[in-house]
């Protein structure tokens, strides 16, 4: 099957048309803290030949297609037809009524020398007023948030707000990633089991729905693909599922895999594969920025504990290795600690036995960046989120789990947390849309007996 290019006709997937990406895709993010501007600016420098786009999957990664003696492994972005990094408009909410070169300086993850190249265009990106109530996120409080009648009409001021961002600057399509804080941990409750009760529940201002399901209604009511960066229910309740089926919008989430997460689903399967087992896997931070200070409050770090803790017990399948795994003691601990600022630091503990039952200990320390390595997600899941869009898919894009410490997944499946399983699934898909075969690295065909 011939490639188009990325601004020709319509593609043909088996039976599913891809639309191509042909104008101006505008990403919105509730948030415009350390993550938001750290990803507005990488992708402004980029545009500006000041950097490259490393740890993006759309813009560096390679995608294999056919057997490996067909040497054809394109770059994704030269595969599938991806919105283009010069056509992205960034535009958001926040509390706090910074513009992004302001906010970006007070996150203090970037160097003067790399925003003050960008200042005119980030002082041009200033927030909307946010819909926030502090009950969801107790250690923030800003002035710059909406006021409503109602839950209701604070959606419909969000609306407003995506409407008239479109208008005003020229957009064919949105986008919307959640980038704010992590709110408290909240159990899913009668008014989020449908879409009537939600709605109902909006009119009312039922307590039980957070700011960021507003955002999520909102969107969701405009057709506008939403994935969620935080461990918040937000869109994983049968109300917004039942709203992005209905309305034909794709969702996905939650909660962004970057540091101490990320390295766990690259170790832990290797151990598996192994077959080695684990008797604890221990686990604490240091971080000081923003979402420091907010997980410091232990109704929003429970959100982030229910997260993180479930990433290795579905990994691990302690239900089929239970001499490996069925005892294994899993911590996790974050500490808000102010001077390190945006640079976390994770420590893991892990106690592991082998042949004969001998104890060995692997120690890791990665001292990571935390925004560094969201803003590549961001950038990749608006991007993988728009062509979802124009390929008419709906509901969970559960192929999107490769980004996700929580990955999203329709009832009674168990989510997939192995990074590289993960990955194939992400891979497959997008050779599945574009009438390619799936690899399954069998690999049998090249050894055959060709007499």
């Known amino acids: 099957m011939a ?17 191509p990406a042909t104008g101006r895709l505008g990403v919105l993010t509730p948030g ?27 813009q560096m990664g390679h995608i294999r297609l056919g057997k490996r003696t067909d040497n054809r492994n394109p770059l994704i972005k030269e595969m599938v037809p991806l919105a283009g990094l010069d056509d992205l408009v960034f535009g958001g909410w926040d509390p706090f009524p910074d513009n992004a070169f302001e906010a970006a300086c007070k996150a203090g993850v970037l160097q003067a020398k790399d925003l003050l190249p960008l200042k005119a265009q980030l002082e041009a990106i200033r927030p909307m007023p946010a819909v926030f109530d502090q009950n969801w996120v107790r250690r923030l409080d800003g002035p710059n948030v909406k006021q409503g009648e109602t839950k209701m ?25 959640w980038c704010a804080s992590t709110e408290v941990y909240e159990e899913p409750q009668a008014v989020h089991m449908s879409l009537e009760a939600f709605e109902q529940g909006l009119r009312n201002s039922d ?14 009511k405009l057709g506008i693909p939403f994935a969620n960066g935080a461990p918040n229910l937000t ?20 909660d962004f895999k970057t540091g101490q997460t990320l390295m ?3 170790l832990a399967p290797g151990l598996k594969a192994r077959m080695l087992g684990i008797r604890g896997w221990f686990s604490t931070n240091i971080l000081g920025n923003r979402d420091g200070e907010v997980l410091d409050d232990p109704d929003s770090f429970r959100s982030k504990e229910v997260s993180k803790l479930g990433v290795l017990e579905n990994l691990l399948q302690p239900e089929a290795y239970p001499e490996l795994y069925a005892d294994l003691y899993h911590k996790v601990r974050i500490n808000y600690y102010p001077p390190h600022g945006d640079n976390k630091e994770g420590w893991d503990n892990i106690d592991i036995f082998g042949w004969l039952g001998y104890p060995m200990q692997i120690k890791v320390d990665f ?10 997600i961001v950038l990749d899941l608006a991007l993988f989120m728009d062509l979802a869009g124009r390929a008419g898919q709906k509901g969970i894009q559960e192929w999107l789990s490769f980004y996700f410490k929580s990955p999203q997944h329709a009832e009674g499946l168990y989510p997939e947390h192995d990074l590289f399983i993960q990955q194939t699934k992400l891979k497959n898909t997008l050779r599945h849309w574009m009438g390619e075969d799936l690899i399954t690295h069998l690999g049998a065909e090249y050894y055959e007996d060709e007499n």
């Open 3 to 19: 490639r188009l290019g990325r601004q020709e006709q319509s593609i043909m997937a088996d039976s599913t048309r891809i639309a």
């Open 32 to 58: 415009m803290g350390a993550v938001a501007t750290t990803f507005y600016a990488g992708v402004l420098a980029i545009r500006q030949g000041q950097a490259m786009p490393i740890g993006s999957l759309t």
């Open 153 to 177: 009409d604070l959606a419909r001021q969000l609306m407003e707000d995506m409407q008239r961002f479109q208008a005003e600057n020229q957009l064919d399509r949105l986008v919307v990633v």
């Open 207 to 220: 307590p039980a729905i957070a700011p960021s399901q507003i955002y999520a209604y909102a969107a969701l």
């Open 235 to 254: 869109v994983d309740i049968p109300a917004m599922l039942e709203l992005a089926n209905q309305n034909r919008v794709p969702i996905c989430g939650k």
């Open 264 to 266: 766990k689903t690259i």
């Open 367 to 376: 001292l990571c960046r935390d925004s560094i390595l969201a803003a590549p």
